[in-house]
């Protein structure tokens, strides 16, 4: 199969097409027509086949004419996408032909893009829901994935923070996995993307103009996910991008939008005064003494009013045989944090040709993007936090004027050089302002699809997809030699920094399918059966280069110029969709995927489905009842694998260079060692069986409509990091396939058009989603004794965790003591409970209290019309959310303001609620309800229609996005993806105007 290239493809193809395409030369006779819509447009590239003479078509033309080769007694057909199929018997004509089509909105929406290929949602056995542009989150939109929050039950994305571009943790239906990736495989115009993120990247999909997105369907259970194998246990997300279509008239798009972001809310930190009064109260002079007369606000320093602008413009239209659209945007986004900046420029283009009377469609997508990104220090969210307000920002005093004139805490060097103070927070507005950490990532998605209707077999086509996919990075990070960045000590790193970074990523894909679709009318059966082959290969590159200062000098050279990991997925997979008399519908699929990750022995895994669904309105008892539109009940089990997250050659033994600091003096000479590195020759895929019963419902006409899924994923092979004995390989820890993990959960949508009259409209969308994870098995045998795996590492302290993994718990549950209070309700420095009553207070004494994942959230949309002027909003809520208050666990004591090394710091106001003097990371009461009901948008259009003569359109919008937040956590924000509250970039609230042509 390696062999196989892609001419050898197309020149098959090609050969194929000549071989078999029939001649109609023999035919005398031809007749002409016309083919409008029910306005009297004529319509472009409408298909005419002649039903009663194989192989014999045309297509209209620009003027919707056409010529077909028939007998006056032949019948023939007319179809076009979004419009309903239509048969004429010439015998009973008039001519010249004059066909009227109407258009099927049913059909429109309806269908739905599914893995490898696309389906009537009537006929879906899987739970896939689909979220087109229409209905898309509005205001400035970096990235895809904010498209589709809230709007999907069963879907949690969490916003990853303020930055530009930031990225959103997705989860469906929760977490499968502890060591490996939680991320749902995302697959853009049948292109499966590499998980993670490219270096320089702000996330993983910032280089995917959301602008040209047309729809994003979510695949959620086995039976609609496991055709994609071993890289569906999280889920699948299929993004398809505006095209042009057949028939399509010139069109011209063109939307600006201007933005301005505001931070809303800042970290409740001590004032200039309070911390006065503080060190005054201590009576100790040298924190008397190092207080000054300021009240600055660090915080308010760093952030900023941001402006951001998204502007875009495409072109789509079709030829008699040729649809078409182009694009290109251009946007530009200040982070509220000082110096962070997005600039992204995208270009898509998409090529669909129709040939041979529509029997070959080709689909050519390419998309190239330039995102530059200039990267603010998120250091200095925490050093606003923790540096003394009670001095300025920049100083007159000359010993500040070789740093820039910035104030800091000073000290001196070994040779009494003033240098800033070992240890001492650094001002904020010199780490944003010295640093220059910039990125430019390029980045080109390609591919090219041939579908071919094979002429010697009705209802058999075959499927070619050669996709390419090529990113690029290139970083560079400039600290000036004057900079207080420069000295990360009292002795070392004085000199600046001026590093060059790069790497490039590439994705190839062969794919290739047969389908055949087949109805037996004698047994009331249709039969849908497709085979496939699929080659996937992932190349990185990495070059090494050496670090270097300001000025140019070299250190940390590197030992080798570059690494080249790699890994490829060679499959195998088919699907069999049967329905017997239109309404019980069987589907299977199989995939066997074998990937280079794993040794011979695991290298293959198989992953099957089985779906059944009943259309129960179609039966006799209901098919007449006009208050049910539709009911169908669905049922699924299936199996899926995960691989993202493994390492290319972990079951491989493998050495690890020592660094430039750790070499080894041999004579005179010094040498790199190699490390021998633990590994599993054994590791295989995680597994996770999923099964899923659903009820899909719409009544009174559809005005009200929505779904219910219960579902259950159970993981096993959990790749899980156990003790070893000692000498048994080369280290006492070992990430082996271990580990259970359960997801159980419930989930619900309905949807309401509560008024639809000729003036008014109005819907509504809500979802709702419970979800229970658990993980049940951890080590090769049960033992009392063991904790867990401890993770959640947080700022204070020295390898302090406050989280773990844990049988019987949910992951990454907070493992704390629990606090003793005072009869006021102040809790007690330093007292915990004895929970196992030995007297002794110890890790035994910890328990478990909640964890970062809600048990409920829930999304809710309503868009009120009147006439052309449009009212909507979106809301989301999460339950049960816990977070640990890092900043307070850190900052909220006396030792944080009034540090032991002599100087003064501010501290967060939790301090007066404690009076701790010093800080107790592993108190229960820094864990938090964060529980919140969010209003993510709410948007105001006006639609003026055509104007100027029906020239233009022009439609107008006003959005505010994060508009508030209710909640009980006092933190910055309640939604934080881990957990774990600090040095978090906040999310701004932000308005924004866009204006909208078309031509």
């Known amino acids: 199969m390696k062999q196989i290239t892609n001419k050898r493809w197309l020149g098959w193809l090609w050969a194929l097409l000549l071989l078999v395409a029939p001649s109609a030369s023999a035919l005398a006779q031809t007749v002409s027509g016309i083919v409008k819509d029910t306005t009297g447009e004529t319509l472009i590239g409408v298909t005419v086949q002649n039903l009663d003479k194989q192989g014999v078509g045309a297509l209209t033309n620009l003027d919707g004419e056409f010529t077909i080769k028939a007998d006056k007694s032949d019948r023939l057909q007319f179809s076009y996408v979004g419009y309903k199929t239509i048969e004429l018997n010439l015998a009973t004509a008039t001519f010249p032909l004059e066909v009227t089509l109407h258009e099927d909105v049913e059909m429109l929406e309806q269908v739905v893009v599914i893995g490898y290929g696309t389906a009537q949602k009537k006929d879906l056995t899987g739970s896939i829901t689909t979220v087109t542009d229409a209905n898309f989150k509005k205001g400035l939109i970096s990235t895809p994935d904010q498209l589709i929050s809230g709007k999907v039950a069963g879907v949690q994305i969490v916003s990853g923070g303020g930055a530009p571009g930031a990225g959103s943790k997705i989860r469906i239906r929760g977490g499968a996995s502890l060591n490996a990736s939680n991320d749902p495989l995302v697959v853009i115009d049948g292109v499966p993307l590499e998980g993670g993120t490219m270096p320089g990247a702000p996330s993983a999909l910032s280089s995917i103009n959301p602008n040209d997105i047309e729809s994003m369907n979510v695949l959620k259970d086995a039976s609609a996910t496991a055709i994609y194998g071993s890289r569906a246990s999280n889920g699948v997300i299929i993004i398809t991008t505006k095209k042009g279509k057949l028939g399509q008239k010139l069109s011209i798009n063109a939307s600006t939008r201007f933005s301005v972001a505001t931070p809303t809310n800042f970290v409740d930190v001590l004032t200039g005064d309070q911390v006065r009064e503080v060190a005054k109260a201590s009576g100790n002079s040298s924190f008397i003494n190092a207080v000054g007369k300021e009240n600055t606000d660090w915080q308010r320093e760093i952030y900023q009013n941001a402006i951001g602008t998204d502007n875009n413009i495409s072109i789509a239209g079709s030829t008699s045989w040729l649809p078409y659209r182009v694009s290109v945007g251009y946007y530009n986004e200040n982070g509220i944090l000082r110096t962070d900046n997005m600039q992204r420029l995208s270009g898509d283009l998409s090529l669909n040709p129709r040939l041979l009377n529509g029997d070959?469609?080709?689909?050519?997508?390419?998309?190239?993007?330039?995102?530059?990104?200039?990267?603010?220090?998120?250091?200095?969210?925490?050093?606003?936090?923790?540096?003394?307000?009670?001095?300025?920002?920049?100083?007159?005093?000359?010993?500040?004027?070789?740093?820039?004139?910035?104030?800091?805490?000073?000290?001196?060097?070994?040779?009494?050089?003033?240098?800033?103070?070992?240890?001492?927070?650094?001002?904020?507005?010199?780490?944003?302002?010295?640093?220059?950490?910039?990125?430019?990532?390029?980045?080109?998605?390609?591919?090219?699809?041939?579908?071919?209707?094979?002429?010697f077999l009705t209802g058999l086509r075959a499927n070619l997809n050669l996709a390419y996919d090529y990113a690029s990075s290139n970083g560079t990070i400039f600290i000036p030699t004057h900079s207080m960045l420069s000295y990360t000590n009292q002795e070392v790193g004085k000199g600046g920094l001026d590093n060059i970074s790069k790497q490039e990523k590439i994705n190839k894909l062969l794919d290739f399918y047969l389908n055949y679709r087949t109805e037996v009318a004698s047994i009331k059966s249709t039969f849908d059966l497709m085979a496939g082959y699929s080659y996937q290969d992932w190349l990185t590159k990495v070059y090494n280069y050496a670090d270097?200062?300001?000025?140019?000098?070299?250190?940390?050279?590197?030992?080798?110029?570059?690494?080249?990991?790699?890994?490829?997925?060679?499959?195998?997979?088919?699907?069999?969709?049967?329905?017997?008399?239109?309404?019980?519908?069987?589907?299977?699929?199989?995939?066997?995927?074998?990937s280079s990750r794993f040794a011979k022995e695991n290298r293959w895994g198989i992953f099957p489905s089985f779906a059944f669904a009943w259309r129960i309105k179609d039966e006799s008892f209901l098919k007449n009842v006009e208050a049910v539109s539709d009911l169908k009940l669905r049922l699924g089990y299936g199996v899926t694998g995960q691989q993202d997250g493994i390492g290319n050659y972990s079951y491989l033994a493998s050495y690890a260079l020592s660094g430039n600091q750790s070499q080894m003096l041999l004579g005179d000479k010094w040498y790199h060692m190699y490390k021998p590195l633990a590994y599993d020759a054994n590791i295989k895929w995680e597994q996770t069986a999923t099964s899923n019963i659903g009820l899909d419902y719409a009544f009174v006409d559809s005005r009200i409509s929505g779904s219910v899924d219960l579902y259950q994923k159970y993981t096993k092979d959990l790749l899980n990091e156990i003790?070893?004995?000692?000498?048994?390989?080369?280290?006492?820890?070992?990430?082996?396939?271990?580990?259970?993990?359960?997801?159980?959960?419930?989930?619900?949508?309905?949807?309401?058009?509560?008024?639809?009259?000729?003036?008014?409209?109005?819907?509504?969308?809500?979802?709702?989603?419970?979800?229970?994870?658990?993980?049940?098995?951890?080590?090769?045998t049960h033992d009392p004794n063991y904790l867990g795996v401890p993770t959640g590492g947080i700022t204070g302290g020295t390898g302090n965790n406050i989280q773990i993994h844990s049988e019987g718990y949910a992951p990454s549950s907070f493992f704390v003591h629990k606090q003793v209070y005072d009869e006021a309700g102040k809790p007690i420095e330093g007292l915990y409970a004895d929970l196992n009553g030995d007297g002794v207070i110890t890790d035994a004494d910890k328990y478990r209290l909640g964890d970062p994942e809600p048990k409920v959230y829930m999304g809710l949309s309503t868009s009120v019309s009147y006439k052309q002027l449009t009212l909507s909003a979106a809301l989301r809520s999460s339950i049960g959310n816990y977070v640990y208050d890092n900043v307070s666990a850190h900052r909220g004591n006396e030792a944080a303001i009034l540090n032991t090394l002599g100087w003064v710091e501010s501290g967060a106001v939790d301090y007066y609620n404690t009076g701790f003097k010093r800080p107790r990371y592993l108190s229960d009461y820094y864990i938090k309800d964060a529980s919140f009901l969010k209003m993510d948008n709410i948007t105001l259009s006006y639609d003026f229609g055509r104007v100027f003569n029906e020239q233009v359109g022009i439609h107008l919008s006003g959005t505010v996005q994060n508009v508030f937040t209710i909640t009980k956590y006092k933190g910055l924000d309640p939604e934080i993806g881990n957990g774990i509250d600090y040095q978090f970039y906040p999310v701004p609230r932000t308005y924004s105007l866009s204006l909208g042509l078309t031509f």
């Open 548 to 594: 270097k200062t300001a000025g140019g000098i070299e250190y940390n050279k590197p030992v080798f110029d570059t690494d080249l990991p790699r890994n490829t997925l060679l499959s195998f997979y088919g699907r069999l969709n049967y329905a017997l008399m239109g309404r019980y519908l069987f589907t299977a699929t199989v995939r066997a995927d074998g």
């Open 723 to 780: 003790d070893i004995p000692g000498g048994a390989n080369f280290s006492n820890r070992l990430l082996t396939n271990i580990g259970e993990i359960e997801n159980k959960g419930v989930e619900a949508t309905l949807n309401v058009v509560p008024i639809e009259t000729e003036d008014w409209y109005w819907n509504m969308s809500f979802n709702v989603t419970y979800n229970n994870t658990k993980i049940k098995k951890l080590t090769l």
């Open 360 to 455: 070959l469609a080709i689909d050519l997508n390419l998309k190239g993007t330039q995102t530059r990104n200039r990267y603010a220090d998120r250091g200095a969210i925490g050093a606003a936090v923790s540096m003394d307000p009670t001095h300025p920002v920049m100083s007159d005093d000359p010993q500040f004027a070789p740093f820039g004139g910035y104030w800091f805490l000073t000290g001196l060097s070994k040779d009494g050089e003033l240098i800033p103070r070992n240890l001492a927070p650094l001002n904020p507005l010199a780490m944003l302002n010295d640093k220059e950490d910039k990125a430019t990532v390029n980045r080109v998605i390609g591919n090219v699809k041939f579908d071919y209707k094979l002429p």
